[in-house]
């Protein structure tokens, strides 16, 4: 019986994978070992891993292992496996945050094993704190957040200073920036990033691409405009959870969008509209303070 309950697991398993890499164009299936417990770690797993019609996650509670189905070109195994980790669930690649494991339900705090450092970049840096023993009261996070903030600052400032070619109404100047901006973008480590910050990066990232492309291929101040909207509501989230050396202010302009209103972010408290620039230029108020 044992053997036939073998086989039809591994037939389902199999028309799993077939009907995901049916629906993901580029399929690539791997298998990794994910540590876990229950049915319930099976769904935070396989919830944490998937993204429509990108990855999808299927894990053996038995086995403790995951077939990975993902479309090549738009993710990989790490970012997959950074989801899961940020979720709660170690692998043999990345350690979930202690944080986010403690919080798990008591059937779920599975055996914890020494795993691998996440990056070869964080692992060097680690090796170096260790032989310095001044530095031996620097841990390991506060490098990380050092990098991250360092990496994050890089993309903020290239945000305002887009916002402030907008301003001038300068559409040749704005499409510069926005490429600055793109630039900014690519450059961001993801596993540098703290949990929270990881997962709203994974949420906005392609938006803060798609847009900022769209602003640098054009020198139409209009169409620039249009997707700084789009841009500044991703930008939003991620400095709520990133923050920012200094306050920041979320402005509102109740004319801009046609007439529905808009938001952008100012690291000043007095309004310069990018929206409508000289035209209305302090045409909205500031709504939220972010410290």
């Known amino acids: 019986m044992n053997s036939i309950k073998r086989i039809l697991m591994a037939i389902t398993l199999l028309l799993s994978v077939a009907s995901a890499s049916a629906q993901i ?8 070992k994910i540590y876990g ?7 935070t797993i396989e919830t944490a891993g998937n993204l429509k019609k990108v990855a999808k996650v299927e894990w053996n509670k038995d086995t403790k292992m995951a077939t990975l189905t993902y479309d090549s070109t738009k993710t990989s195994q790490d970012e997959i496996l950074k989801r899961i980790a940020l979720a709660g669930y ?13 919080k ?44 991250v903030d360092t990496k994050l600052k890089a ?42 910050e990881h997962i709203v990066w994974m949420k906005v990232l392609n938006d803060l691409k798609e847009h900022s492309e769209h602003i640098g291929d054009t020198k139409d101040i209009s169409h620039q405009r249009d997707h700084f909207m789009d841009l500044s509501k991703s ?20 004319m801009a969008n046609g007439g529905k209103g808009a938001n952008w972010l100012s690291k000043e408290n007095a309004v310069k509209n990018p929206y409508y620039g000289s035209q209305m230029m302090t045409c909205g108020k500031t709504v ?4």
């Open 155 to 196: 993309v903020f400032d290239a945000y305002f200073l887009l916002k402030d070619a907008l301003v001038k109404t300068d559409g040749n100047n704005a499409s510069l920036k926005a490429k600055d901006l793109l630039t900014a973008i690519n450059s961001v480590k993801m596993e540098t990033l703290k949990s929270e």
């Open 37 to 43: 417990n229950c049915g319930m770690c099976k769904t």
């Open 104 to 147: 798990l339900h008591g059937c779920c705090q599975y055996e914890r094993e020494a795993k691998v450092a996440v990056s070869t970049e964080m692992k060097s840096e680690t090796v170096a704190a260790e032989n310095h023993a001044n530095h031996a009261n620097h841990s390991d996070d506060a490098v990380a957040k050092q990098q």
């Open 25 to 32: 164009k580029n399929a690539k299936t791997e298998t990794e």
């Open 288 to 291: 939220e303070t972010i410290q």
């Open 90 to 102: 170690d692998s043999d690649k990345f350690l979930a945050p202690d944080d986010v494991y403690e």
């Open 235 to 254: 930008m939003y989230e991620l400095i709520k959870v990133a923050k920012y050396e200094t306050p920041v202010y979320l402005q509102f302009c109740p």
